[in-house]
């Protein structure tokens, strides 16, 4: 104490110095930490960077042109879904009265039964395409819009039967809907799309039935869902070879008599050649040989005529092949003549309105 205050000048220096390396020292300290927070966010944004210019979409010229045609494209396939499956909706905007669709029906069943009798395929007795519950009674009027697009859709699917030419529909039947029992239909969360079900027996060839699978597959005014298929052999004992039926070629009659080259009118005989001898015929009288003179070099007798050999007894099957390379094929033959009987059940899709997707 005596000595700051016998010299208080330089305590006072001294004291001031303390202090102000003090000062320093805290300002320092905090400036060091603010360094390393600011050192930290810059290395942090410049890994960033670093791993943003590696993607795909880094904001360049190209990736942006890139972004815009892919957001493009999707808006694209939202409207062309949109475009698509509304042919499979139903139009609201045209109510359908139940006097109405009694009169679509019967000029629908009328058009399918002309189509079966076109083309020799015959249809079941009191058809009426599934809707044989309206032959004497209307439609409820709630149910007439549902009704009507059903009706609309098995007509296409009974034509493109009769274009396959089955030898004839069986049976077919239609599941009701719950609106034909004043029953609201209400889908279930994530649903998109209803379901009518319908049950064909038919019958036909194997080509018959394999055309009209594959126009049932078409999607054209309506979607359909193959949801099971039986088919059957027309019998169950399996085929002989005495079923198979051949084409015939034109000459087949001909043909078919391998002797039937010798027995034709013969030829006009060259001069100075033998006469032909036919098989089976009596011999001719035998050539006269003129005498030589003695000592004359003794005459060649004329080359006796040699009778053909008879065909091998294979030979009368070829003529039935020419030009018939399917006639050998005798599994085909007779596997193509017997028709088929066919179980399909299917479901037609009816999509149910939903709001239009956001677009990007």
Not at 97 to 124: G, H, R, Y
Not at 354 to 359: D, G, L, Q
Request: negative net charge.
């Amino acid at each position: 104490m005596n000595w700051i205050k016998q010299n208080p000048f330089l305590s006072t220096l001294i004291g001031s110095t303390l202090v102000l390396c003090g000062l320093l020292a805290f300002i320092a300290i905090k400036g060091g930490s603010k360094y390393k927070q600011a050192k930290d966010d810059f290395d942090s944004a410049f890994l960033n960077v670093t791993k943003s210019e590696k993607l795909d979409l880094y904001p360049t010229a190209d990736n942006s042109q890139a972004k815009k045609k892919a957001l493009d494209d999707y808006n694209q396939a939202i409207d062309d879904l949109s475009e698509l499956y509304a042919r499979y909706q139903i139009d609201q905007s045209k109510p359908i009265t139940t006097q109405q669709f009694t009169e679509n029906v019967k000029k629908a069943n009328a058009e399918v039964v002309k189509a079966f009798a076109a083309v020799d395929s015959k249809s079941p007795e009191d058809f009426f395409m599934g809707f044989e519950a309206y032959k004497g009674q209307l439609a409820k009027t709630n149910s007439t819009a549902l009704l009507d697009y059903q009706l609309n859709t098995i007509k296409q699917v009974l034509l493109g039967m009769a274009e396959a030419r089955p030898s004839g529909l069986i049976r077919i039947y239609r599941e009701k809907i719950s609106e034909e029992n004043d029953v609201t239909y209400t889908p279930e969360k994530g649903d998109i799309a209803r379901s009518f079900g319908y049950e064909i027996v038919f019958k036909g060839s194997e080509a018959s039935v394999r055309d009209f699978i594959n126009k049932l597959g078409e999607k054209k005014s309506y979607y359909c869902v193959i949801r099971s298929i039986r088919i059957n052999n027309e019998r169950d004992s399996p085929p002989k070879i005495s079923d198979a039926k051949f084409e015939k070629a034109p000459d087949a009659a001909a043909a078919a008599n391998p002797f039937g080259a010798f027995f034709q009118d013969a030829p006009a005989t060259a001069p100075g050649s033998a006469p032909a001898t036919a098989p089976g015929s009596a011999p001719g009288p035998a050539p006269v040989v003129a005498p030589q003179p003695e000592g004359a070099p003794e005459a060649v007798a004329p080359p006796v005529p040699i009778e053909p050999a008879p065909p091998a007894p294979a030979a009368p099957a070829a003529p039935a092949t020419t030009g018939l390379a399917d006639s050998s094929r005798i599994l085909y033959q007779v596997l193509g003549h017997e028709e088929l009987e066919v179980f399909i059940r299917f479901d037609v899709m009816l999509f149910l309105s939903k709001e239009a997707p956001a677009k990007p």
